[in-house]
């Protein structure tokens, strides 16, 4: 049963905000939800992490409902370098990826 | 700070041959874990050390094997090569035993011919 699902793909312009929503219905009491990027053939990025509620860094913003059951990943303003590959995690004791969100921005 | 560096970045093998890939972790991580990244099957966990203990393990045969030194330094094998074999081979590391926040490395580009 797969820890989590997301949109296998999305399409945005440059300047948009993108919301990439990630599904989490089994996470644990402990599970924090994390979120990298990865650009083809390199390793994926740390991008951010949070809880519950909602975070916010110098690249994205996560937003948590109170049940924990999903999460939001929001990019501002996106440009053709943020086009990558997504990836929701909840596992804290190990790494676990699923296919991750595909991100193509376009100009 | 350096970051995790993986080397070789690229190599070709023959079938049947072996081959050892070395991951250096983040200065002061303890725990490494290995992946394997194809277009098919995407990020798949191989192994994950910590403290020179393999502690989790993923669903892979024994041809593929790691280990990680007292300095933390970690080097996975594969012998009696595939052309399935060819992906890049990722490896992250991390201060201690959790995986809040992964460091991964550029990885190696493997190609059996």
Same mark, same amino acid.
């Given at each position: 049963l797969a820890k989590t699902t997301q949109p296998i793909s999305m399409d945005?312009?440059? %300047? $948009?905000?993108?919301?990439?929503?990630?599904s989490h219905n089994n996470i644990a009491?402990?599970?924090?939800?994390?979120?990298?990027? $990865?650009?083809?053939s390199q %390793?994926?990025?740390?991008?951010? $992490?949070g809880y519950k509620t909602k975070v916010t860094n110098e690249v994205a913003s996560l937003f948590i409902p109170a049940d924990r059951k999903s999460s939001t990943l929001s990019l501002p303003r996106v440009s053709l370098s943020d086009t990558a590959v997504y990836y929701c995690l909840v596992e804290e004791d190990k790494l676990v990826f699923g296919a991750g969100t595909i991100l193509r921005v376009k100009s | 700070?350096?970051?995790?560096?993986?080397?070789?970045?690229? +190599?070709?093998?023959t079938r049947g041959q072996q081959v050892t890939l070395s991951c250096s972790p983040i200065s002061g991580h303890r725990s490494v874990s290995w992946y394997q990244q194809t277009p098919g099957q995407g990020l798949q966990f191989l192994f994950e050390y910590f403290s020179e203990t393999q502690r989790n393990k993923g669903n892979f045969p024994g041809r593929f094997s790691g280990r990680q030194?007292?300095?933390s330094?970690?080097?996975?094998?594969?012998?009696?090569?595939? +052309?399935?074999?060819?992906? +890049?081979y990722l490896c992250a590391s991390s201060p201690g035993t959790g995986w809040t926040e992964a460091f991964f490395g550029q990885g190696t580009r493997l190609t059996v011919v």
């Open positions: 945005s312009y440059e %300047g $948009q905000e993108v919301n990439i929503t990630c009491t402990n599970d924090y939800i994390t979120w990298y990027q $990865q650009f083809p %390793g994926p990025r740390f991008i951010i $992490q | 700070k350096a970051g995790v560096t993986q080397t070789p970045r690229y +190599l070709i093998k030194f007292s300095n330094r970690s080097e996975m094998n594969v012998s009696t090569l595939e +052309l399935g074999d060819s992906a +890049l």
